[in-house]
Protein backbone atom coordinates (compact mmCIF):
# COMPACT_ATOMS: atom_id res chain seq x y z
CA UNK A 1 0.00 0.00 0.00
CA UNK A 2 2.96 2.56 0.73
CA UNK A 3 5.68 3.31 -1.90
CA UNK A 4 9.14 1.56 -1.01
CA UNK A 5 11.28 4.90 -1.86
CA UNK A 6 12.52 6.05 1.45
CA UNK A 7 13.21 9.72 1.99
CA UNK A 8 15.47 11.26 4.36
CA UNK A 9 13.70 11.48 8.36
CA UNK A 10 11.65 14.36 8.59
CA UNK A 11 10.98 15.38 4.99
CA UNK A 12 7.73 14.23 3.15
CA UNK A 13 8.11 11.57 0.05
CA UNK A 14 7.97 12.90 -3.38
CA UNK A 15 4.13 11.31 -3.82
CA UNK A 16 2.88 13.65 -0.99
CA UNK A 17 4.86 16.78 -2.37
CA UNK A 18 3.20 16.68 -6.14
CA UNK A 19 -0.44 16.28 -4.49
CA UNK A 20 0.30 19.31 -2.25
CA UNK A 21 0.82 21.19 -5.66
CA UNK A 22 -1.47 19.75 -7.73
CA UNK A 23 -4.26 20.77 -5.20
CA UNK A 24 -2.49 24.55 -4.56
CA UNK A 25 -2.48 24.94 -8.17
CA UNK A 26 -6.13 23.74 -9.28
CA UNK A 27 -7.74 26.00 -6.30
CA UNK A 28 -5.56 29.03 -8.16
CA UNK A 29 -7.02 28.02 -11.57
CA UNK A 30 -10.30 27.89 -10.33
CA UNK A 31 -9.90 31.38 -8.58
CA UNK A 32 -8.48 33.03 -11.35
CA UNK A 33 -11.39 31.33 -13.36
CA UNK A 34 -14.22 32.70 -11.20
CA UNK A 35 -12.26 36.13 -11.34
CA UNK A 36 -12.51 36.40 -14.84
CA UNK A 37 -16.14 35.25 -15.05
CA UNK A 38 -17.09 38.24 -12.66
CA UNK A 39 -14.98 40.73 -14.67
CA UNK A 40 -17.05 39.77 -18.33
CA UNK A 41 -20.13 40.01 -16.06
CA UNK A 42 -19.88 43.32 -14.73
CA UNK A 43 -17.72 44.63 -17.90
CA UNK A 44 -21.36 43.67 -20.21
CA UNK A 45 -23.40 44.79 -16.94
CA UNK A 46 -21.92 48.24 -17.67
CA UNK A 47 -21.62 48.43 -21.38
CA UNK A 48 -25.10 47.93 -21.75
CA UNK A 49 -26.11 50.50 -18.91
CA UNK A 50 -23.79 52.83 -21.12
CA UNK A 51 -25.59 52.55 -24.14
CA UNK A 52 -28.98 52.20 -22.94
CA UNK A 53 -28.25 55.88 -21.21
CA UNK A 54 -26.78 57.00 -24.48
CA UNK A 55 -29.96 55.97 -26.54
CA UNK A 56 -32.14 57.81 -23.93
CA UNK A 57 -30.30 60.74 -24.35
CA UNK A 58 -30.27 60.99 -27.89
CA UNK A 59 -33.93 60.54 -28.24
CA UNK A 60 -34.57 63.35 -25.77
CA UNK A 61 -31.75 65.71 -27.78
CA UNK A 62 -33.77 64.44 -31.26
CA UNK A 63 -37.53 65.04 -29.70
CA UNK A 64 -36.19 68.42 -28.19
CA UNK A 65 -34.85 69.45 -31.47
CA UNK A 66 -38.21 68.33 -33.42
CA UNK A 67 -39.73 70.42 -31.09
CA UNK A 68 -37.97 73.26 -31.63
CA UNK A 69 -38.06 73.23 -35.62
CA UNK A 70 -41.79 72.60 -35.52
CA UNK A 71 -42.66 75.77 -33.00
CA UNK A 72 -39.94 77.83 -35.01
CA UNK A 73 -40.95 77.46 -38.43
CA UNK A 74 -44.77 77.79 -37.45
CA UNK A 75 -43.73 81.63 -35.81
CA UNK A 76 -41.92 82.26 -38.85
CA UNK A 77 -44.57 81.39 -41.24
CA UNK A 78 -47.12 83.20 -39.12
CA UNK A 79 -44.80 86.37 -39.10
CA UNK A 80 -44.07 86.49 -42.60
CA UNK A 81 -48.02 85.79 -43.38
CA UNK A 82 -48.98 88.90 -41.38
CA UNK A 83 -46.16 91.28 -42.61
CA UNK A 84 -47.25 90.32 -45.89
CA UNK A 85 -51.10 91.40 -45.31
CA UNK A 86 -49.54 94.91 -43.63
CA UNK A 87 -47.67 95.34 -46.48
CA UNK A 88 -50.36 94.83 -49.09
CA UNK A 89 -52.72 97.26 -46.55
CA UNK A 90 -50.17 99.92 -46.56
CA UNK A 91 -49.23 100.04 -50.17
CA UNK A 92 -53.11 100.21 -51.29
CA UNK A 93 -54.25 103.46 -48.97
CA UNK A 94 -52.07 105.16 -46.96
CA UNK A 95 -55.82 107.42 -45.87
CA UNK A 96 -57.10 104.19 -44.39
CA UNK A 97 -54.21 103.04 -43.16
CA UNK A 98 -53.79 106.19 -40.98
CA UNK A 99 -57.51 106.33 -39.74
CA UNK A 100 -57.14 102.15 -38.43
CA UNK A 101 -53.21 102.82 -37.27
CA UNK A 102 -54.96 103.55 -33.68
CA UNK A 103 -56.98 99.79 -34.59
CA UNK A 104 -53.68 98.05 -36.15
CA UNK A 105 -51.62 99.40 -33.24
CA UNK A 106 -54.13 98.26 -30.84
CA UNK A 107 -53.81 94.54 -32.64
CA UNK A 108 -50.38 94.59 -33.29
CA UNK A 109 -49.84 94.99 -29.29
CA UNK A 110 -52.15 91.91 -28.44
CA UNK A 111 -50.34 89.86 -31.14
CA UNK A 112 -47.14 90.71 -29.56
CA UNK A 113 -48.06 90.20 -26.29
CA UNK A 114 -49.60 87.10 -27.35
CA UNK A 115 -46.16 85.95 -28.87
CA UNK A 116 -45.05 86.48 -25.75
CA UNK A 117 -46.91 84.47 -24.00
CA UNK A 118 -46.03 81.59 -26.35
CA UNK A 119 -42.39 82.06 -26.27
CA UNK A 120 -42.41 82.24 -22.97
CA UNK A 121 -44.98 78.68 -22.54
CA UNK A 122 -41.96 77.30 -24.85
CA UNK A 123 -39.39 78.50 -23.33
CA UNK A 124 -40.51 76.95 -19.77
CA UNK A 125 -41.64 73.76 -21.30
CA UNK A 126 -38.07 73.31 -22.94
CA UNK A 127 -36.73 73.95 -19.97
CA UNK A 128 -38.59 71.47 -17.78
CA UNK A 129 -38.12 68.89 -20.22
CA UNK A 130 -34.24 69.47 -19.63
CA UNK A 131 -34.70 69.63 -16.11
CA UNK A 132 -36.55 66.01 -16.46
CA UNK A 133 -33.77 64.95 -18.81
CA UNK A 134 -30.97 66.19 -16.36
CA UNK A 135 -32.38 64.48 -13.13
CA UNK A 136 -33.16 60.98 -15.27
CA UNK A 137 -29.42 60.90 -16.10
CA UNK A 138 -27.96 61.86 -12.77
CA UNK A 139 -30.74 58.62 -11.25
CA UNK A 140 -29.91 56.54 -13.92
CA UNK A 141 -25.72 57.32 -13.36
CA UNK A 142 -26.54 56.82 -9.59
CA UNK A 143 -28.18 53.29 -10.12
CA UNK A 144 -25.50 51.96 -12.49
CA UNK A 145 -22.62 52.87 -9.64
CA UNK A 146 -24.46 51.90 -7.02
CA UNK A 147 -25.33 48.84 -8.78
CA UNK A 148 -21.40 48.30 -9.53
CA UNK A 149 -19.88 49.14 -6.20
CA UNK A 150 -22.94 46.08 -4.69
CA UNK A 151 -21.31 43.65 -7.67
CA UNK A 152 -17.64 44.71 -6.69
CA UNK A 153 -18.66 43.81 -2.89
CA UNK A 154 -20.18 40.28 -3.98
CA UNK A 155 -16.99 39.70 -5.69
CA UNK A 156 -14.73 40.60 -2.85
CA UNK A 157 -16.49 38.79 -0.60
CA UNK A 158 -16.76 35.74 -2.94
CA UNK A 159 -12.94 35.89 -2.99
CA UNK A 160 -12.98 35.99 0.46
CA UNK A 161 -14.85 32.80 1.33
CA UNK A 162 -13.54 30.92 -2.34
CA UNK A 163 -9.64 31.78 -0.21
CA UNK A 164 -10.84 31.15 3.25
CA UNK A 165 -12.11 27.58 1.57
CA UNK A 166 -8.39 27.37 0.04
CA UNK A 167 -6.65 27.99 3.28
CA UNK A 168 -8.92 25.40 5.20
CA UNK A 169 -9.33 22.77 2.70
CA UNK A 170 -5.08 23.07 2.60
CA UNK A 171 -4.88 22.72 6.31
CA UNK A 172 -7.09 20.27 5.84
CA UNK A 173 -5.22 18.38 3.92
CA UNK A 174 -1.66 18.69 5.04
CA UNK A 175 -3.26 17.67 8.24
CA UNK A 176 -4.24 13.95 6.80
CA UNK A 177 -1.22 14.06 5.02
CA UNK A 178 0.90 14.78 8.34
CA UNK A 179 -1.30 12.19 9.91
CA UNK A 180 -1.11 9.66 7.44
CA UNK A 181 2.87 9.92 7.20
CA UNK A 182 2.99 9.60 10.97
CA UNK A 183 0.51 6.25 11.15
CA UNK A 184 3.28 4.86 8.00
CA UNK A 185 5.61 5.64 10.38
CA UNK A 186 4.23 3.66 13.39
CA UNK A 187 3.39 0.89 11.36
CA UNK A 188 7.08 0.78 10.09
CA UNK A 189 7.99 0.55 14.20
CA UNK A 190 5.21 -2.13 14.52
CA UNK A 191 6.51 -4.35 11.86
CA UNK A 192 10.07 -4.07 12.94
CA UNK A 193 8.63 -4.83 16.48
CA UNK A 194 7.84 -8.57 15.11
CA UNK A 195 10.42 -8.85 13.07
CA UNK A 196 12.08 -8.92 16.41
CA UNK A 197 9.59 -10.80 18.44
CA UNK A 198 10.30 -13.72 15.48
CA UNK A 199 13.85 -13.95 16.00
CA UNK A 200 12.90 -13.89 19.98
CA UNK A 201 10.80 -16.53 19.70
CA UNK A 202 13.35 -18.76 17.23
CA UNK A 203 15.97 -18.33 19.51
CA UNK A 204 13.88 -19.34 22.20
CA UNK A 205 13.95 -23.33 20.90
CA UNK A 206 14.01 -24.12 24.63
CA UNK A 207 10.01 -22.66 25.47
CA UNK A 208 7.64 -25.46 25.43
CA UNK A 209 5.41 -26.51 22.61
CA UNK A 210 2.43 -24.64 23.87
CA UNK A 211 4.02 -21.57 24.42
CA UNK A 212 4.81 -21.29 20.58
CA UNK A 213 1.39 -22.19 20.07
CA UNK A 214 0.08 -19.35 21.76
CA UNK A 215 2.59 -17.25 20.76
CA UNK A 216 1.85 -18.01 17.14
CA UNK A 217 -1.67 -17.66 17.65
CA UNK A 218 -0.89 -14.13 19.00
CA UNK A 219 0.99 -12.86 16.06
CA UNK A 220 -1.42 -14.15 13.43
CA UNK A 221 -4.75 -12.11 15.71
CA UNK A 222 -2.55 -8.71 15.43
CA UNK A 223 -1.77 -9.20 11.67
CA UNK A 224 -5.17 -9.83 10.91
CA UNK A 225 -6.02 -6.70 13.28
CA UNK A 226 -3.54 -4.43 11.70
CA UNK A 227 -4.75 -5.04 8.04
CA UNK A 228 -8.55 -4.67 9.23
CA UNK A 229 -7.41 -1.39 10.37
CA UNK A 230 -5.49 -0.55 7.43
CA UNK A 231 -8.72 -1.48 5.27
CA UNK A 232 -10.94 0.78 7.50
CA UNK A 233 -8.51 3.36 7.27
CA UNK A 234 -8.56 3.74 3.42
CA UNK A 235 -11.89 3.51 3.19
CA UNK A 236 -12.69 6.28 5.92
CA UNK A 237 -10.46 8.40 3.51
CA UNK A 238 -11.89 7.62 0.14
CA UNK A 239 -15.50 8.46 1.72
CA UNK A 240 -14.19 11.69 2.98
CA UNK A 241 -12.96 12.51 -0.12
CA UNK A 242 -15.87 12.09 -1.85
CA UNK A 243 -18.02 13.83 0.75
CA UNK A 244 -15.85 17.12 0.60
CA UNK A 245 -16.30 16.88 -3.48
CA UNK A 246 -20.04 16.54 -3.40
CA UNK A 247 -19.70 19.50 -0.66
CA UNK A 248 -17.68 21.44 -3.45
CA UNK A 249 -19.97 20.98 -6.56
CA UNK A 250 -22.86 21.88 -4.28
CA UNK A 251 -21.99 24.64 -3.42
CA UNK A 252 -20.11 25.60 -6.77
CA UNK A 253 -24.05 24.88 -8.22
CA UNK A 254 -26.07 27.16 -5.60
CA UNK A 255 -23.01 29.79 -5.95
CA UNK A 256 -23.75 29.77 -9.59
CA UNK A 257 -27.61 29.47 -9.26
CA UNK A 258 -27.49 32.96 -7.17
CA UNK A 259 -25.45 34.78 -9.73
CA UNK A 260 -27.98 33.76 -12.53
CA UNK A 261 -31.02 34.75 -10.26
CA UNK A 262 -29.23 38.18 -8.93
CA UNK A 263 -28.48 38.89 -12.83
CA UNK A 264 -32.39 38.01 -14.11
CA UNK A 265 -33.75 40.22 -11.51
CA UNK A 266 -31.39 42.96 -12.20
CA UNK A 267 -32.26 42.74 -16.28
CA UNK A 268 -35.76 42.85 -15.44
CA UNK A 269 -36.03 45.93 -12.90
CA UNK A 270 -33.85 47.86 -15.70
CA UNK A 271 -36.36 47.08 -18.11
CA UNK A 272 -38.90 48.20 -15.68
CA UNK A 273 -37.20 51.04 -15.18
CA UNK A 274 -36.47 51.69 -19.16
CA UNK A 275 -40.56 51.16 -19.76
CA UNK A 276 -41.01 53.88 -17.19
CA UNK A 277 -39.03 56.04 -18.22
CA UNK A 278 -39.95 56.18 -21.77
CA UNK A 279 -43.84 55.96 -21.00
CA UNK A 280 -42.91 59.30 -18.74
CA UNK A 281 -41.23 61.12 -22.40
CA UNK A 282 -44.03 60.47 -24.30
CA UNK A 283 -46.74 61.72 -22.01
CA UNK A 284 -44.58 64.56 -21.65
CA UNK A 285 -43.85 65.20 -25.30
CA UNK A 286 -48.31 64.76 -25.83
Do not use: E, H
Not at 35 to 42: D, R, T, V
Not at 171 to 182: E, I, N, P, Q, T
Not at 232 to 259: F, G, I, L
Amino acid sequence: MYSRSRSPRGQLPDSYLAAIWRLYGGYKAAIWRLYGGYMAAIWRLYGGYMAAIWRLYGGYMAAIWRLYGGYMAAIWRLYGGYMAAIWRLFGGSLAALWRLYGGYMAAIWRLYGGYMAAIWRLYGGYMAALWQLCGGSLAAVWRLFGSCVAAVWRLFGSCVAALWQLCGGSLAAVWRLCVGYRTGRNRTARNRTGRNRTARNRTGRNRTARNRTVRNRTARNRTVRNRTAQNRTAQNRTVRNRTVRNRTARNRTARNRTVRNRTARNRTARNRTARNRTGSVSVQLL
